[in-house]
């Protein structure tokens, strides 16, 4: 069942922050990020070499254990190795009492999303920088309504209009004063 989600890292833990059992993926990225090999029992704590993500996980665990269930994405890893970001899937262990014996961690690596998103936020700046950096007038209009949605600075400069005056007003304003 453990092995069965592709992609998913599982692993959990008893409250000394020990392995109660883990995926053979966990296994795997503990060796890249780590360059530590685990085995059940192994104190996880102790195979994060660096002091803040090993602070950063103890804290994440610490709330799990708490009885919280929770959604975080952080980078992990060695410098020297593999830094990556991971969405962490975090919530307790319960015994048939329903008292709380560990964690369960469900993480899936998320760096491709996060490049991704960096890619286009980059994308989106160097586009802002082009647009408003031009001599030509350039205005964006919904195709909904006609109205702006965008233009540059430009286009305020020639038309004397502040942007809270022209974003969403429709596009005849800036031909013809209202």
């Avoid at 409250?15 to 890249?32: A, G, I, P, R, V």
């Avoid at 959604?71 to 899937?89: H, M």
Wanted: proline share 3%.
């Amino acid at each position: 069942i453990l092995e069965s989600p592709e992609g998913i890292i599982v692993f959990a833990l008893d409250k000394n922050y020990c392995y109660l059992d883990f995926t053979s993926l966990h296994q795997q990225t503990m060796e890249m990020i780590w360059g530590v090999t685990i085995d059940l029992g192994d104190n996880m704590l102790e195979c994060i070499k660096n002091t803040a993500d090993r602070e950063k996980a103890q804290r994440n665990f610490d709330r799990a254990l708490q009885g919280e269930r929770f959604i975080v994405e952080e980078e992990y890893g060695d410098t020297e190795l593999k830094r990556t970001f991971y969405e962490d899937r975090y919530g307790p262990v319960l015994d048939e009492n329903g008292d709380i014996i560990g964690v369960s961690v469900f993480v899936i690596d998320s760096t491709e999303r996060k490049q991704a998103e960096e890619a286009l936020r980059e994308s989106k700046e160097e586009f802002r920088i082009l647009y408003n950096s031009s001599p030509d007038m350039y205005v964006s209009v919904s195709p909904a309504d006609a109205s702006i949605i965008l233009c540059n600075d430009t286009l305020l400069k020639n038309t004397g209009y502040s942007k809270e005056e022209i974003i969403g007003s429709p596009i005849f304003k800036i031909y013809h004063d209202d």
